[in-house]
C-alpha cells in the first residue's frame, strides 16, 4: 500500500473541504489500496459524522443516512416491512462482517469486480485511461452484457443498489462548497462509454449524506440472486421487482437489474409492456425481448442473455402471484 | 499516538496510518490469535468484534478504531476458563488444522448476537419476525468464514450446542 495523509472529519461540511479521498467501511477502498489499484494521497475518515440514523421523512418515506451499515439497514423493522426487496437484496450480498462494515454510500460507490481492474499489470481502460481494455477477447465471464461501450464491458457488482433502483430512490449529496443537491438514482451511475473511469455524475470532493426512499406502494416485492454458489459471491444476473397487481392484472411494474451492466440496470418500455397486462409465459417472455433486445455477449458470458430471461421469468411469474 | 482498547486493555502505539487492525494486533500488541488468510475480506480468519459486532479486521485500519471496543479471540477465554464456544468446537472437533478456527469462534460468537437481535438473514423465510437457529441458518450466516479443510458438519454442530449453552446459562 502507498502511503497517505490521514485525516478524521469532524463536521459535514469540513468531510468535502478536507479535500482527500473519504473511507466510510472502507471494504472496498482499501480492498483496493492494498492492491495499488487505488492510491489516494490522504484519507478523509468520515465515520465519526453523524449520518448513521434512518429517518421518516415528511413524504412517507425513509432516508437513510450514508454511513448507514448495510446490517443496520436489513434488520431496520421498516424497511423490513416496507421496503422488503431492499432488505432480501442487502442479505444476499457479501457475508455478515462485510454487512456489519459497509455503508450505504461506499455500497453505492463501489467499484467493479474485473479481474483485470484488480490486477495492475494488465490493461484496463477504467484503472489506467487508454491502456486498452483486456476483458473483451479475454476472460469475461461475469462482464456486461446490456450497455457496453468498445472501451470498457465491465459490471457494477452492488445488490443493494438493484433493489434501490427498483424503489426509485434518490442521493443526496453535499459539495465542497457546501451546496447541496438530489440526484435519482437512475441518474447517479454512468455508463462505461468513452470514459469507463468516470462511474458517477458526483464531482470531486462530493459528499453522499443519504439515500432518501420514497414512500412505499406496497407491491409483491422480489430480489432473486443468481451466483456461483449459494452464499457469499457475486451476483452473476439479479433482478429486483416490486409488482402491484389488481384484479388479476398487472396494475404496475417496476424491476432493476444487477450483472447485465455498468449500473444497476432499468427499462422503462419493460415496465410498460406489463402494464395492465394479465401474467402469463408468454407476457414474460415478451418482456425479456425488451430487455435482451440490444444485448451482446462477449464470448464466456454469453450464457447471462438466456440467463438473465430465465430469472427475469420467474421474478414476474413469483412477483405477479396473489392479487 | 494511536490508542486502541482490545480486550479491556488500553494500548498506546505508534503505527503507520497503513497498518490494518489485524497488522496491529498480530504485529505489535503480540496477539496472534487472529489469522490472516487472504487479507482482503475474503475468508474470515481475522473475525474480530468491534463493539460487539463481528467484522473483518484486515479491512480496516487501525487508527480508525480510536475508542472503539475491540474483542480478539484472546479476549473470549483462555486455556483455563474456555468461553462456551471455544470449547463447543474442542468437543465437536470443530477444526482439522485450526487456522480459520479463531475467525470462526469469533465469528459465531457474533452471529449469535444478531440474532438475539432479531436481524434476519438470506435464509429465513420470514424477514419480519426474527429467525430460529436452524442448520441453514448457522451455514448462511456463517458464510463470510471459509475453512479449508472443510470442518464446516462439526462447525455447525459446535455452533449448535454452543448457542443451547449460552441459552441456558442466560
Ligand atoms: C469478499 C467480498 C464480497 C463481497 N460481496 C458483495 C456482494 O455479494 N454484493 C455486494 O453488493 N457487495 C459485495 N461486496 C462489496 C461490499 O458491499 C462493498 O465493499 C461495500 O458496500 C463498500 O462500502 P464501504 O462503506 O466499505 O465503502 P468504502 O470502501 O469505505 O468506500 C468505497 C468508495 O466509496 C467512497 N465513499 C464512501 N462513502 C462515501 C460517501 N458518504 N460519500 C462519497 N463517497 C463515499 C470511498 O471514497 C470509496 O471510493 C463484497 C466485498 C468483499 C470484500
Ligand atoms: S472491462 Fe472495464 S474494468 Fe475490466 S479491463 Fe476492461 S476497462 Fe478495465
Ligand atoms: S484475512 Fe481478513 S478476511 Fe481473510
Ligand atoms: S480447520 Fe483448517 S482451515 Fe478450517
Known amino acids: 500500500m502507498r502511503p497517505f495523509e490521514y485525516a478524521r472529519a469532524g463536521n459535514v461540511s469540513e468531510a468535502?473541504?478536507?479535500?482527500?479521498?473519504?473511507?466510510?467501511?472502507?471494504?472496498?477502498?482499501?480492498?483496493?489500496?492494498?492492491?495499488?489499484?487505488?492510491?489516494?494521497?490522504?484519507?478523509?475518515?468520515?465515520?465519526?459524522?453523524?449520518?448513521?440514523?434512518?429517518?421518516?421523512?415528511?413524504?412517507?418515506?425513509?432516508?437513510?443516512?450514508?454511513?448507514?451499515?448495510?446490517?443496520?439497514?436489513?434488520?431496520?423493522?421498516?424497511?423490513?416491512?416496507?421496503?422488503?426487496?431492499?432488505?432480501?437484496?442487502?442479505?444476499?450480498?457479501?457475508?455478515?462482517?462485510?454487512?456489519?462494515?459497509?455503508?450505504?454510500?461506499?455500497?453505492?460507490?463501489?467499484?467493479?469486480?474485473?479481474?483485470?481492474?484488480?490486477?495492475?499489470?494488465?490493461?484496463?481502460?477504467?484503472?489506467?485511461?487508454?491502456?486498452?481494455?483486456?476483458?473483451?477477447?479475454?476472460?469475461?465471464?461475469?462482464?456486461?452484457?446490456?450497455?457496453?461501450?468498445?472501451?470498457?464491458?465491465?459490471?457494477?457488482?452492488?445488490?443493494?443498489?438493484?433493489?434501490m433502483q427498483a424503489l426509485e430512490a434518490t442521493v443526496e449529496t453535499q459539495k465542497t462548497d457546501g451546496s447541496t443537491r438530489e440526484i435519482p438514482l437512475i441518474e447517479f451511475h454512468r455508463l462505461s462509454g468513452d470514459t469507463p473511469e468516470i462511474e458517477t455524475v458526483l464531482e470531486p470532493g462530493e459528499l453522499i449524506t443519504a439515500v432518501r426512499l420514497p414512500k412505499s406502494q406496497g407491491g409483491n416485492q422480489v430480489y432473486r440472486k443468481v451466483r456461483d454458489r449459494a452464499s457469499y459471491a457475486f451476483a452473476l444476473v439479479s433482478v429486483a421487482a416490486v409488482v402491484k397487481m389488481d384484479g388479476g392484472k398487472i396494475e404496475w411494474a417496476r424491476l432493476a437489474f444487477g450483472g447485465l451492466a455498468h449500473k444497476p440496470w432499468r427499462n422503462h418500455d419493460l415496465e410498460a409492456a406489463l402494464k395492465g397486462e394479465a401474467p402469463s409465459s408468454a407476457l414474460f417472455d415478451k418482456a425479456a425481448d425488451i430487455l435482451l433486445a440490444d444485448a451482446k455477449g462477449q464470448g464466456e458470458n454469453d450464457f447471462k442473455i438466456p440467463l438473465a430471461r430465465r430469472t427475469l421469468k420467474a421474478v414476474l411469474a413469483q412477483a405477479t402471484k396473489g392479487a | 499516538?494511536?490508542?486502541?482498547?482490545?480486550?479491556?486493555?488500553?494500548?498506546?502505539?505508534?503505527?503507520?496510518?497503513?497498518?490494518?487492525?489485524?497488522?496491529?494486533?498480530?504485529?505489535?500488541?503480540a496477539l496472534t490469535g487472529s489469522k490472516k488468510g487472504c487479507d482482503h475480506g475474503q475468508c474470515g480468519a481475522c473475525t474480530m468484534l468491534v463493539n460487539g459486532r463481528r467484522i473483518n479486521s484486515c479491512l480496516t485500519l487501525a487508527i480508525m478504531h480510536e475508542?472503539?471496543?475491540?474483542?480478539?479471540?484472546?479476549?473470549?477465554?483462555?486455556?483455563?476458563?474456555?468461553?462456551?464456544?471455544?470449547?463447543?468446537?474442542?468437543?465437536?472437533?470443530?477444526?482439522?488444522c485450526g487456522y480459520c478456527t479463531p475467525g470462526q469462534i469469533v465469528s459465531a460468537v457474533g452471529m449469535l448476537g444478531e440474532v438475539a437481535d432479531g436481524w434476519p438473514s438470506h435464509a429465513s423465510a420470514d424477514l419480519e419476525n426474527g429467525a430460529t437457529l436452524s442448520g441453514d441458518e448457522i451455514r448462511e450466516r456463517m458464510s463470510g468464514n471459509l475453512c479449508r479443510c472443510s470442518a464446516y458438519p462439526n462447525i455447525v454442530d459446535a455452533i449448535e450446542t454452543a448457542s443451547t449453552k449460552l441459552k441456558e446459562n442466560a
Open chain 2, 1 to 29: 499516538m494511536t490508542t486502541l482498547k482490545i480486550n479491556g486493555v488500553e494500548h498506546e502505539l505508534d503505527i503507520d496510518a497503513r497498518t490494518s487492525l489485524l497488522d496491529a494486533c498480530r504485529d505489535h500488541l
Open chain 2, 67 to 96: 475508542g472503539d471496543e475491540i474483542t480478539t479471540v484472546e479476549g473470549l477465554g483462555d486455556p483455563d476458563n474456555l468461553h462456551p464456544m471455544q470449547a463447543a468446537f474442542l468437543e465437536h472437533d470443530g477444526f482439522q
Open chain 1, 16 to 163: 468535502g473541504q478536507l479535500a482527500g479521498r473519504f473511507i466510510a467501511g472502507g471494504t472496498n477502498l482499501l480492498d483496493l489500496m492494498k492492491l495499488e489499484v487505488e492510491a489516494p494521497e490522504k484519507l478523509v475518515d468520515i465515520t465519526r459524522l453523524p449520518l448513521d440514523k434512518i429517518e421518516d421523512t415528511e413524504d412517507g418515506g425513509l432516508r437513510i443516512g450514508a454511513l448507514v451499515t448495510n446490517s443496520d439497514l436489513a434488520a431496520d423493522p421498516r424497511i423490513r416491512r416496507d421496503y422488503e426487496v431492499l432488505s432480501r437484496a442487502l442479505l444476499a450480498g457479501a457475508s455478515g462482517q462485510l454487512r456489519n462494515k459497509a455503508t450505504t454510500g461506499g455500497n453505492l460507490l463501489q467499484r467493479t469486480r474485473c479481474g483485470y481492474f484488480y490486477e495492475p499489470s494488465q490493461p484496463c481502460n477504467k484503472r489506467e485511461p487508454g491502456s486498452g481494455c483486456g476483458a473483451i477477447g479475454g476472460f469475461n465471464r461475469i462482464h456486461a452484457i446490456l450497455g457496453t461501450s468498445d472501451k470498457c464491458i465491465a459490471t457494477h457488482p452492488s445488490d443493494m443498489a438493484v433493489a
